[in-house]
């Protein structure tokens, strides 16, 4: 009966009807402790709270779902479990208890493709708390070839937000040819570059933000033409 309320809970969070999807995880996780679904039960609930806004408790029942997986020796879905009580935190503003959940994983996580996912996140918790140093080693620490276009803004953000703008303008060319074909990240790193340029002059910033946003929004302008 777990396992058949846990499926129907799990077709409606499928659906985003995370309400619908919290009654039946609920009910199954009232059944009481069953061996190898109540840790996927808990797991599946702590979704459905964290899309619902109720942080704490998707942390909570997080953390249940993550011993019930340890006590099974279910170690993908305990880096699984980690891994979104650690996106959870820094969802909601924790940056510094994200922070020591993501280092724990990358520390421990031998999945190359989840641990790139991981290294992402962190880059950007860590940006988030303001920690642009810490986010930059993990971004030089890349090869070249592997960077996108996101990966460049962001160097490009933290050397700025360092005032070490020689070294930000040293990437802006190479960030704006990779993000030719992206115009919102290509328009981020040419208001860095104008920042720069301007020396934070606020009435010439203004008017390139004005102007990038037409070039955005090409209809907006139509009826005063």
Same mark, same amino acid.
């Given at each position: 009966?777990?396992?058949?309320?846990?499926?129907?809970?799990?077709? !409606?969070?499928?659906?985003?009807?995370?309400?619908?999807?919290?009654?039946?995880?609920?009910?199954?996780?009232?059944?009481?402790?069953?061996?190898?679904?109540?840790?996927?039960?808990?797991?599946?609930?702590?979704?459905?709270?964290?899309?619902?806004?109720?942080?704490? #408790?998707?942390?909570?029942?997080?953390?249940?779902?993550?011993?019930?997986?340890?006590?099974?020796?279910?170690?993908?879905?305990?880096? !699984?479990?980690?891994?979104?009580?650690?996106?959870?935190?820094?969802?909601?503003?924790?940056?510094?208890?994200?922070?020591?959940?993501?280092?724990?994983?990358?520390?421990?996580?031998?999945?190359?493709?989840?641990?790139?996912?991981?290294?992402?996140?962190?880059?950007?918790?860590?940006?988030?708390?303001?920690? !642009?140093?810490?986010?930059?080693?993990?971004?030089?620490?890349?090869?070249?070839?592997?960077?996108?276009?996101?990966?460049? !803004?962001?160097?490009?953000?933290?050397?700025?937000?360092?005032?070490?703008?020689?070294?930000?303008?040293?990437?802006?060319?190479?960030?704006?040819? #990779?993000?030719?074909?992206?115009?919102?990240?290509?328009?981020?790193?040419? $208001?860095?570059?104008?920042?720069? @340029?301007?020396?934070?002059?606020?009435?010439?910033? @203004?008017?390139?933000?004005?102007? $990038?946003?037409?070039?955005?929004?090409?209809?907006?302008?139509?009826?005063?033409?």
């Amino acid at each position: 009966m777990q396992i058949f309320l846990d499926y129907q809970g799990v077709r !409606y969070k499928n659906e985003n009807n995370f309400k619908k999807a919290r009654t039946f995880f609920e009910r199954a996780k009232d059944l009481g402790k069953y061996p190898y679904s109540f840790g996927m039960v808990c797991y599946h609930l702590g979704i459905a709270y964290d899309r619902s806004s109720r942080i704490v #408790e998707a942390i909570n029942i997080q953390k249940t779902a993550l011993a019930c997986f340890i006590e099974e020796g279910n170690h993908k879905r305990q880096l !699984y479990t980690k891994t979104h009580i650690a996106n959870t935190y820094t969802q909601y503003g924790n940056y510094e208890q994200a922070d020591l959940w993501y280092k724990q994983l990358l520390n421990n996580c031998d999945n190359n493709e989840i641990y790139e996912r991981i290294k992402r996140n962190l880059i950007w918790n860590n940006i988030k708390r303001k920690a !642009y140093s810490e986010a930059l080693e993990l971004l030089l620490n890349r090869q070249e070839s592997n960077l996108t276009s996101l990966s460049y !803004y962001l160097l490009i953000l933290c050397f700025y937000k360092l005032h070490d703008y020689k070294s930000a303008m040293s990437w802006i060319h190479k960030g704006k040819e #990779e993000s030719i074909h992206d115009l919102i990240t290509y328009s981020k790193i040419d $208001t860095i570059e104008k920042l720069i @340029i301007y020396d934070d002059n606020p009435n010439l910033i @203004i008017q390139h933000l004005e102007e $990038t946003y037409r070039q955005l929004n090409p209809c907006l302008d139509i009826e005063g033409k």
